[in-house]
């Protein structure tokens, strides 16, 4: 993965005020939203005076996050404006609705509106011709140009666009300043040796280091692949192994395994962390019970928004045996909207998210939650009352050179699911390293 997504995240130090300097809708878009509230849509609802009814299912499952308050109400917005349109609101897990799709997708009924994850996720809907172009969606009001630069080539096949993002995130360790006090640690780690010292002094002092829901199998695999990004050296892993210049039996690989388990042996997790989905896993870090949380850069605007709220910072996951560069994230293009080829009211889907999409910028700042969207969005974070850790977190984004999109990004799916599986086995028995390699890379060689 470049760093071209990244390219024009705009974080300017001034007069120490860290603004995120970007336009709000385009500059040359004259349907930009006023300060306050959401921009019309721009066109009378096609098939006005139609009773149409439209599904949108999505992954937002906690009410109180901010992402799901601009959903309800943008999707409230457009009803008003549009009467005759009904949004029906099919809420989901990650894990529950890419399990979903793909049996909808088996007989052909994806939701009008949808979720999908870019790049390798996204190709077989693709394949399938079950997802509509939306070039025409982003030419509409100038939307195209609210999007960072080189951020929709990971949802763009043949020319052509297939999803909106909902975010561009990198993965930080989010911590409690609080908690890490109570067991003694006064700076953050910059190595893993150090960083396995302060969960084992976290442990002694009763505390959970890091808070996870591994009942959602990939929330292990992103905390997997910062430590792969770690023992490899650097970025692409994954594509060397794809290239067929590398195999997963590479010692960065079988590396990475053992620093896991040394993890797990260390008590990092809490108990039962595979009957605790994602939800429930950042509510424990969020309501105070969890030292550490390594997780997307979406998550700061629910934590300042839980009780834990002006007691976390961010840092970098560290190097692991003198390797890797700090500023090499784990990248995390967000999960994008997407629409169905066959819905019967395409039209109507497509004004849709062009009025969900130009307006979700300005609604996202201003419920505190513009950290990790991928569109542009004018506004000082300090002068707007922005925390210091949304601040901080900002500040990690303008030291990214580079890194890894998740490995379910990268690989197919099948490959993708034995991966998952053996991350999540990790948690409850003993394995080899060796072993854990040479079945990624048999999974691998079977679905060349």
Request: proline share 5%; charged share 20%; glycine share 8%.
């Amino acid at each position: 993965m470049t760093k071209k997504p990244f390219k024009t995240v705009g974080v300017v130090l001034a007069s120490s005020l860290l603004t995120l300097s970007l336009a709000a809708c385009g500059s040359n878009n004259n349907n930009a939203a006023p300060s306050g509230s959401p921009a019309a849509s721009g066109s009378a609802s096609p098939n006005k005076g139609e009773k149409v009814t439209l599904t949108f299912q999505n992954i937002y499952p906690d009410e109180t996050s901010p992402s799901a308050k601009a959903m309800h109400q943008l999707v409230a917005q457009y009803e008003s404006e549009h009467p005759n349109v009904k949004i029906e609101l099919d809420t989901l897990n990650t894990d529950q609705q890419k399990l979903k799709l793909k049996t909808q997708a088996a007989s052909k009924e994806i939701p009008d509106i949808t979720m999908v994850n870019p790049a390798a996720q996204m190709k077989p809907f693709v394949d399938a011709k079950l997802f509509a172009p939306l070039n025409d969606v982003l030419d509409k009001n100038g939307l195209k140009d609210t999007y960072q630069g080189g951020l929709l080539d990971n949802y763009s096949f043949d020319g052509n666009v297939y999803a909106l993002p909902d975010g561009n995130n990198i993965e930080v360790v989010f911590y409690n300043k609080e908690l890490f006090a109570q067991a003694g640690i006064d700076k953050i780690p910059t190595t893993f040796d150090e960083f396995l010292a302060d969960v084992k002094a976290l442990k002694a002092k009763g505390i959970t280091p890091l808070a996870i829901g591994e009942k959602d199998t990939w929330t292990g695999s992103f905390l997997f692949m910062n430590i792969l990004l770690r023992t490899n050296g650097g970025p692409g892993f994954l594509k060397d192994v794809v290239a067929g210049t590398k195999t997963f039996n590479d010692p960065a690989f079988t590396t990475a395994v053992a620093k896991f388990e040394e993890l797990v042996k260390a008590g990092a997790f809490p108990d039962g962390a595979t009957s605790i989905d994602a939800n429930a896993g950042s509510n424990i870090f969020k309501t105070g019970k969890a030292a550490m949380f390594i997780l997307g850069t979406w998550e700061t605007g629910a934590i300042d928004s839980s009780s834990v709220a002006g007691k976390v910072g961010a840092f970098q996951f560290p190097t692991v045996d003198g390797k890797g560069d700090l500023n090499d994230f784990m990248l995390a293009p967000g999960t994008g909207f997407a629409l169905s080829a066959n819905s019967k009211h395409l039209d109507v889907a497509k004004d849709f998210l062009n009025f969900y999409t130009l307006n979700l910028p300005k609604v996202q700042f201003d419920l505190k939650n513009a950290v990790g969207q991928p569109q542009k969005v004018d506004g000082d974070l300090k002068a707007a009352g922005y925390s210091d850790l949304a601040i901080e977190v900002m500040d990690l984004f303008s030291k990214v050179k580079g890194g890894d999109l998740s490995f379910d990004n990268t690989m197919n799916p099948a490959v993708s699911q034995v991966h998952l599986n053996a991350l999540q086995n990790l948690f409850v028995q003993s394995v080899d390293p060796a072993a854990v390699a040479k079945e990624h890379q048999t999974a691998f060689e079977a679905n060349k």
